[in-house]
């Protein structure tokens, strides 16, 4: 095996040859980090499931977060009847933050990934500059947009003195400010995965495009999307769960009013201030559950296999 | 390359990309402006420029800013430590041991990753509940360790995998005993991977809101602080705490990366 340091051409290092080995090392190394996601991951969903089946405590006398076990299914139905607009609004604003997320990111990713392929320094200082919003905090950004679009702010003063919003409009409270404000958070988490398909798109390929008479239109949706389209749908994914649980954008003391309240919203109302876990719980199990149904489906009908 | 052509559309790429950048930038600039600003009690209007917040930033509220950034900091430090050890472990054995369950363990990896802050928040909280365990920093650091490892597996393995299993060979040749060839030669040529995987776990910990809101209890981190606050009035000593990070985590970003270029270049020399 040692030999192989020596018989192997430089640069043709066999990666693949390693995981052949068996050995108790292999459990040492890993049982350390699963249990922990098995007992602070797996364990909390059952917990979840079970909390999520409770009923109230007979002998509680509706004091508030008093419940036992129980299978009171209801609660699932109970919540779907009552909680459905949420559902949709939640899916509704995340699906568009994503769609808007996208449309900034793409063309920057392309922009930084392709054409600017021959200046190295002035990529990598872009890129920074692409993942700026990560260093400073996601609730200090927030309330900076909440302040630039407010009632007072310099963009409904602009905007109403063109005479684009009527007098009495706003933009905060309303479900524009809220997407707007997923979007604007989420533009990294889009970027840069699509920056990294891009990067190592072979314009050769493109030159090809250009060379068998396709207009540059048909270039772009035939050969560099769907090369990009590792990068796209990490993209999306990254954009896409995170914004659907999201309650910071939408809650009233940031972007959102008593009408843009999404499905986070509800479970944090429910599991912090009312303690009515029950209802938190299955909502949060629902959550999970469409989530899942919908990365499933986006994954399969993209056929991209490797998530992690 | 004949590809690259400076034309109309590039051009329109390039004002689009400007405009991009004014949109990612602005609220950067919003919160570090209104640091400077000599604010009284709630941070709204711009009422001149001073430094006196930056000096006062201990003092305001009887020290509530400083307390959260400190608790921040702990936090940070104590889940990034715990994530990367683990995280790291799995890293290895991921690529390099053959086990049965390895689709069972990368799901176990992926999951956390596809799932909703508020939906894990929630069932920790649930968690926690049913185990009467009473709820406070140290949940807090428990629930952050969980949210961090499975991003460390994911960076920390691509570099596991780039490593020439035969360098480690090479050292058991030449009688190293495990933990030389640990400490001699794995950790080494990980260390860049564990260093990213490290200040990813970090920026990602420091900055959580959700899963903390659900599962701190009495205990204030900075993200706490400036939610709570943000209802009646934010002080722009808070300002001040986010301008400080910004400023010292692209400081941070940038040497690591002139860092990376110089290193790149001395390998490629030699």
């Known amino acids: 095996m040692a030999f192989g340091a020596f018989g192997a051409a430089p640069g043709a290092v066999e990666v ?34 079970i909390t999520s089946l409770q009923m109230p405590d007979p002998l509680g006398f509706g004091e508030p977060g008093r419940y ?75 309330f900076a947009w909440k302040q630039i679009l407010s009632d007072n702010g310099p963009v409904v003063a ?3 003195s063109l005479t684009i919003l009527p007098d009495d ?16 958070n989420f533009i990294p988490f889009m970027t840069l995965p699509i920056y990294t398909s891009l990067e190592r798109l072979d314009l050769r390929y493109v030159e090809a495009g250009g060379d068998l008479y396709a207009s540059p239109a048909s270039t772009f949706f035939r050969v560099t999307l769907p090369l990009s389209m590792p990068g ?6 990254l ?21 843009t309240a999404m499905i986070g919203n509800v479970i944090e109302a429910n599991f912090l201030r009312v303690q009515n876990y029950p209802v938190a719980a299955s909502l949060s199990i629902l959550l999970m559950a469409t989530i899942l149904l919908l990365v499933g489906l986006y994954v399969r009908r993209t056929g991209t296999k490797d998530l992690v | 390359m004949r590809g690259i052509r400076f034309g109309v559309g590039t051009w329109g ?33 711009w009422r001149g420029f001073t430094l006196e917040k930056w000096a006062t930033v201990c003092v305001v509220e009887n020290g509530a800013v400083c307390q959260a950034f400190g608790s921040s900091l702990l936090v940070g430090g104590a889940a990034t430590l715990g994530a990367t050890v683990l995280g790291t472990a799995v890293a290895i054995a991921l690529v390099r041991y053959r086990f049965r369950f390895r689709g069972a363990t990368s799901l176990l990896i992926f999951l956390p990753m596809a799932t909703p802050e508020v939906v894990m928040g929630a069932g920790l909280a649930a968690q926690f509940l049913a185990a009467g365990v009473a709820k406070g920093l140290g949940t807090v650091i428990l629930a952050h360790v969980l949210f961090c490892i499975s991003f460390v597996v994911v960076t920390v393995r691509a570099r596991v995998a780039s490593l020439d299993p035969a360098i480690e060979e090479a050292g058991r040749d030449l009688y190293a005993s495990p933990g030389q060839v640990w400490w001699r030669i794995t950790f080494p040529l990980l260390l ?63 040497a690591s990366r002139l860092f990376a270029a110089s290193r790149e270049k001395r390998l490629a020399k030699a």
Do not use: C
């Open chain 1, 169 to 184: 409009a706003r933009i905060t409270g309303t479900p524009f400010a809220v997407i707007f404000g997923i979007a604007y």
């Open chain 2, 13 to 45: 790429l390039a004002i689009y990309a400007v405009l991009a950048f004014v949109l990612i930038l602005t609220p950067i600039a919003y919160t570090i402006a209104f640091s400077f600003n000599d604010s009284i009690k709630t941070n709204i209007v």
């Open chain 1, 158 to 160: 602009v905007l109403q």
């Open chain 1, 68 to 142: 036992v076990n129980a299978f009171r299914w209801e609660n699932y139905v109970e919540v779907v009847t009552t909680y459905w607009p949420h559902f949709l609004r939640s899916f509704g604003y995340a699906l568009a933050a994503t769609a808007i997320a996208l449309l900034i990111g793409y063309p920057l990713a392309y922009f930084i990934g392709v054409k600017l392929r021959r200046f190295k320094m002035l990529q990598a200082l872009l890129l920074v500059l692409v993942i700026a919003p990560f260093f400073i905090s996601f609730l200090l950004r927030t």
């Open chain 1, 16 to 49: 693949d040859a390693a995981p052949q080995r068996r050995s108790p090392v292999a459990l040492l190394l890993l049982l350390p980090g699963l249990a922990y996601l098995a007992l602070f991951f797996v364990v909390p969903f059952v917990s979840l499931i």
């Open chain 1, 239 to 259: 954009t896409f769960i995170p914004a659907a649980g999201d309650y910071i954008n939408a809650s009233a003391d940031f972007l959102g009013g008593p009408d």
């Open chain 2, 192 to 254: 860049p991977g564990i260093v990213a995987a490290a200040l990813l776990s970090f920026a990602l910990s420091f900055d959580d809101y959700i899963i903390t809101s659900f599962n701190r209890g009495p205990a204030v981190t900075f993200p706490v602080y400036v939610y709570t606050a943000a209802a009646r009035g934010l002080p722009a000593e808070a300002n001040v705490i986010a301008t400080a990070v910004f400023v010292l985590a692209i400081v941070i970003v940038i």
């Open chain 1, 232 to 237: 796209v749908i990490s993209g999306t994914l």
